[in-house]
């Protein structure tokens, strides 16, 4: 009985750690692809992109926007939708990157994921820069 409950223990911690090295993963991918600009026509259409995004993916709606910052209501409590808050800060020379927080009000997690959720708006903000 004992060695089976060593056993379990052992599978679970086994487990927070894969968990905690996706996490990782997903954050070191998250912070090497966050969006750049790099001029005033580049950063309107990304700007865009990333309004879009969240229009269409965040569980509430857009609650303040500026030129450099916009965010959602807080999340519904208990919901695993995804609430909002996205910058547009200068790197100098011209440049600015354009971060996203995600997170969501349930101790369940988010639907989507909040992490992957991240690199596909950092993909699809790329990708509406790209030809510019």
């Known amino acids: 009985m004992v060695r089976t409950v060593a056993v379990l223990m052992g599978f679970a911690f086994l487990a927070g750690c894969a968990n905690t090295q996706e996490v990782d993963a997903w954050r070191s991918e998250a912070q090497r692809t966050t969006p750049v600009c790099t001029s005033e026509n580049q950063c309107q259409v990304m700007w ?7 229009l269409s993916h965040a569980g509430t709606k ?4 500026g030129t450099d910052y916009f ?9 695993p939708s995804l609430a909002a808050q996205v910058s547009k800060d200068a790197l100098g020379s011209g440049k600015h990157k354009i971060s996203a927080k995600l997170w969501c009000d349930n101790m369940f997690g988010c639907q989507p994921n909040a992490w992957q959720a991240l690199l596909d708006f950092n993909r699809t903000v790329n990708q509406a820069g790209s030809g510019q």
């Open 48 to 54: 865009s992109a990333a309004r879009s995004w969240v």
């Open 71 to 79: 965010d959602t209501y807080n999340p519904i409590p208990n919901s």
């Open 62 to 65: 857009i609650q303040n926007y």
